[in-house]
């Protein structure tokens, strides 16, 4: 089945304890790119990448690190997580920027 | 950098009426504009797109027209019916940083039986 898969879907951490959200595509796709939404702030992105070892900043991309080794994963790192970014994210990815977009389930983060 | 608008922030209407959501951007460089609907829970999921060299797009109830000289691009469905009760957002993809995106801060749309 064609999708994307995020994990963990629910997390409760610390600030300051270093954390990661691991992202997954099967369907090849080349662009990728993390969001966050916030109640009426809509989504916001955070990074994004057109292909393998090509990423760059989205509009928050301020304490938030990613990494794109390989085509299928686009890990979203949290170095020293802060209140501030308790959140839900979400990943996507599709072909290229102007092909349908498809979101993984989201992970919902708080940390304390 | 890029600046999108989103109005109405909440829309309610009489199922069969239409619904319209307009966007504004503030980069004329931006060439990408998707809409997607979430629903209460769920991922966004891509509803319909228009490319800046096209000036109208339909599909089936759904439609979304673009105003390049005046920097706006808006969504029309018609014949609205309770299932299009959702959350609205549309986004605009920068032309010169080409994989960037900004969306709006969505429209959360009602549709009364």
């Known amino acids: 089945e064609a999708q994307v898969t995020q994990n963990p879907r629910y997390l409760i951490t610390v600030t300051g304890k270093k954390l990661t959200v691991t992202c997954s595509q099967n369907?090849?796709?080349?662009?990728m790119s993390w969001y966050r939404q916030d109640p009426g702030l809509g989504l916001r992105q955070i990074y994004y990448?057109?292909?393998?070892?090509?990423?760059d900043k989205g509009d928050v991309p301020e304490g938030y690190k990613v990494s794109r080794k390989e085509k299928r994963n686009f890990p979203l790192i949290l170095e020293s997580p802060s209140p501030n970014q308790t959140s839900l994210y979400f990943c996507?990815?599709?072909?290229?920027?102007?092909?349908?977009?498809?979101f993984g389930p989201g992970t919902r983060l708080l940390v304390l | 950098g890029e600046n999108v608008e989103q109005h109405p922030s909440t829309l309610s209407v009489q199922e069969g009426d239409s619904a319209v959501i307009k966007c504004t951007y503030s980069?004329?460089?931006?060439?990408?504009f998707p809409w997607y609907k979430q629903e209460l829970g769920k991922r966004p999921q891509l509803i319909i797109d228009?490319?800046?060299?096209?000036g109208e797009k339909k599909d089936q109830r759904i439609a979304v027209t673009l105003n390049k000289t005046a920097k706006h691009f808006s969504l029309h469905i018609t014949e609205t019916q309770p299932e299009d009760s959702a959350v609205y957002f549309c986004?605009?993809?920068?032309?010169?940083?080409?994989?960037?995106?900004?969306f709006g801060d969505g429209t959360t749309l009602t549709v009364k039986p």
């Open positions: 996507a990815s599709s072909f290229s920027r102007e092909k349908t977009q498809y």
């Open positions: 369907m090849n796709h080349e662009y």
């Open positions: 990448s057109m292909n393998v070892e090509v990423t």
């Open positions: 980069d004329s460089a931006s060439n990408y």
């Open positions: 228009i490319r800046s060299n096209v």
């Open positions: 986004a605009a993809y920068q032309g010169t940083n080409a994989g960037k995106s900004t």
